[in-house]
């Protein structure tokens, strides 16, 4: 696991766009169709989806954000307009705070690009110097951005933060919120309570024909017949083509020669830590030597072997990301930590733990797991995963260009002829529902996507399934319709019982707290045979135990656990699909010796807070009155062509190439 202190997580922060503190944007400019200044007819990474204040925000640079969120995964098709929607708003919050910052002078200096660049991509400086244009390029494009791109990003960086600093330095939290705060994160409570859990009531709901009958004839549409669709299907299995490839010791050979970057592996070590932060970014010389003395009373207790290091991490070790994993942070390479951090990890044999190590981030403690050396697997030893790799490479091609061939026979030839003639597998099936697994494929979304865009006795075009390539005939199509009782009976019966069960949950859970309020709830729970349990001492986002019936966050109803008194019964609640009574036992406050230990960290996590509490405020007020003013526009038409990526826009085939890069000022 990697965390925010790993120069690598600062660089990936750049590549997918950054500034999720600006996300919380009024939503309004989104949901009215505003400024029509588009043309439609424009490619569609020209088309102007946004302007801000005159600047236009492209579908280039909205499509760019979301390919670099994707990093490889396919997102679907459902979430796209959402996500699309938060990262156009994205993208129109950083041009505003952008343009604030350019017109209250606050443009970085070159120095301050090429020290930004320095810290983001220090891949981009091995040994200190700059690598060339040519090959930042080539390093940034794994990345999905270019060297403008990346300049571009780094200049938005530096003014979002030079605003984000000048609203936000006037922020200040007393030692009354500190101690508060730190109150209310760690005071922890235990309670009584009893969990109705519908589940366990079904068995006490009784089912008369009539009841159901009723039941039925309320919720009818749900049990209508989906429209289903019989099939024909040719499938081009790649794992079967494959086996029947054969891969020469000479292609072994030049696969491995050619790819050998992949199979060496420079030093690494594996590594665990506990992070002591500096209040701020910008420490006094107070707040390093109190930040150190925190740490140094941590080290303390770490026993020489280590033997309680993952769970003083858990306790102690304010890196959010690492802590809960007992500080294990995995293995890590060269250039992929701070300089002191990376020096303390590499110096270190397996199995030791160093002393306090400074950074800029605080004073850190490493615990070594292990420690690799470099080295090249021998191709001997990956023989068998390239021959593997080199078969499926030549496999899919091979399957490919077979379903094409299908897809031209099968116009005339029926399909088990052709499956025949080029060695396809061939199957029927029964009636299927759009979400119906097919034999041979599963559920695939693109393939159900094609078989119900198709007519009675139409193909659909050859489609890619994880087996492989398949294509479908449409033999029938059954519309939907209405089922009789009797054929959802089974359904409707378990629907019915549920819904039953959940009302006969909510009828106990009142009765108890009725009689819990005036006779405690244990005495209430024993006059109505239910089983009261008691939770172990728990903060305000803590969970109770994961038993397949109690486990879950307590968050939705501790406002109100921690205001009661000990004794006192709170309000019926749902709670993990059941309903849940419950009364305060204790209050455990933390003591002042937790507060004196941690006082640092709580104070630099409550500052935090408000800064970003105040600068989205800030944010959504600027974004706000330049909508009002008519300095935010958004193209609803543009941003659903681009979202849809509108294949009947012109690709332009006389767009102009882009651009050699050119000096950006950053080596």
């Known amino acids: 696991m990697l965390n925010f202190f790993r120069r690598r997580d600062t660089f990936a ?7 999720m503190v600006i996300i919380c944007v ?130 938005q960086n530096l003014m979002v933060n030079k605003i984000y600093d000048l609203i936000t330095d006037p922020v200040r939290v007393s030692d009354a919120e ?105 420490p006094t010389a107070a707040e390093i030597a109190a930040t150190q003395q925190q740490a140094e009373t941590v080290l303390k207790q770490v026993k020489p072997d280590g033997s309680n290091f993952a769970a003083l991490a858990k306790q102690y070790s304010q890196d959010s990301a690492s802590a809960t994993l007992g500080g294990e942070l995995g293995f890590i390479q060269k250039n992929q930590t701070v300089p002191n951090f990376e020096k303390a990890a590499f110096s270190l044999p397996a199995g030791q733990i160093s002393g306090l190590v400074q950074t800029e981030y605080g004073f850190h403690i490493i615990k070594v797991e292990a420690h690799e050396a470099a080295s090249v697997q021998p191709e001997a030893e990956v023989h068998d995963q390239i021959v593997s ?8 091609d091979k399957a490919q260009n077979l379903m094409n061939q299908a897809a031209n026979l099968a116009q005339s030839t029926p399909l088990p002829q052709v499956a025949k003639q080029l060695n396809l597998q061939y199957f029927s099936t029964a009636p299927l529902g759009r979400a119906d697994p097919v034999a041979g494929i599963g559920v695939n979304p693109d393939f159900a996507s094609a078989v119900f ?28 319709g209405p089922q009789p009782l009797a054929a959802v009976q089974d359904t409707v019966t378990s629907d019915y019982k549920a819904e039953q069960a959940k009302t006969l949950a909510q009828t106990q859970a009142q009765d108890l707290q009725k009689a819990a309020a005036k006779q405690g709830l244990k005495a209430a729970a024993a006059g109505l045979h239910l089983t009261v349990k008691t939770s172990p001492a728990l903060t305000r986002s803590g969970s109770l135990g994961g038993d397949g019936s109690t ?27 059941g309903q849940l009574v419950y009364a305060l036992d204790t209050l455990q406050e933390p003591s002042p010796a937790d507060f004196a230990a941690q006082r640092a960290a709580a104070q630099s996590k409550l500052l935090d807070q408000k800064r970003n509490n105040v600068f989205n405020a800030y944010t959504d007020s600027l974004v706000a009155g330049l909508t009002k003013q008519g300095k935010i526009k958004i193209d609803q038409a543009a941003f659903q062509r681009v979202l849809g990526g509108d294949t009947n826009a012109p690709s332009s085939p006389s767009a102009p190439a882009t651009p050699p890069p050119q000096p950006l000022g950053i080596g």
């Not at 790799?389 to 899919?396: F, Y």
């Open 389 to 396: 790799q080199l078969q499926q490479d030549q496999a899919v």
């Open 178 to 282: 500190v101690q508060q705060q730190f109150k209310t994160d760690n005071e922890k409570a235990t309670f009584d309570y009893v969990l109705l859990d519908p589940t366990a009531l079904q068995s006490q709901v009784t089912v008369t024909p009539a009841a159901l009958a009723a039941y039925y004839k309320q919720h009818q549409a749900n049990y209508d017949s989906p429209e289903q669709r019989q099939l024909e299907v040719l499938l081009a299995n790649v794992s079967t083509i494959g086996a029947q490839i054969q891969i020469s010791p000479q292609a072994v050979d030049q696969y491995y020669q050619q790819n050998l970057a992949q199979y060496t592996h420079p030093e690494r070590v594996k590594v665990s830590h506990i992070l002591i932060k500096y209040p701020n970014t910008t």
């Open 453 to 480: 865009s198709a007519s009675v006795g139409a193909l659909t075009p050859p489609v890619q399934v994880a087996q492989g390539f398949a294509l479908a005939k449409v033999d029938k199509i059954i519309p939907p």
């Open 13 to 19: 922060r750049l590549v997918l766009g950054g500034f």
């Open 551 to 577: 486990g879950g966050s307590i968050s939705s109803f501790a406002s109100t656990l921690f205001a009661l008194k000990p004794g006192q019964v709170g309000p019926v609640t749902s709670f993990n699909n």
């Open 26 to 155: 009024a939503m309004a400019m989104f949901l009215i169709p505003q400024g029509a200044g588009s043309d439609s007819s424009a490619p569609i990474s020209q088309q102007t989806v946004a302007t801000v204040s005159g600047t236009a925000i492209t579908g280039q640079q909205l499509t760019d954000q979301l390919s670099r969120m994707e990093q490889g995964q396919q997102i679907p098709a459902s979430l796209a307009p959402l996500l699309g929607q938060q990262v156009l708003k994205n993208l129109v919050a950083e041009q505003a705070i952008t343009d604030q910052a350019q017109a209250l002078g606050l443009a970085p200096t070159t120095q301050e690009i090429v020290a930004a660049a320095r810290t983001a991509a220090p891949q981009l400086y091995p040994n200190g110097q700059y690598v060339g244009d040519d090959q930042a390029a080539q390093i940034l494009a794994s990345g999905q951005m270019t060297l403008a791109d990346f300049q571009q990003t780094l200049r």
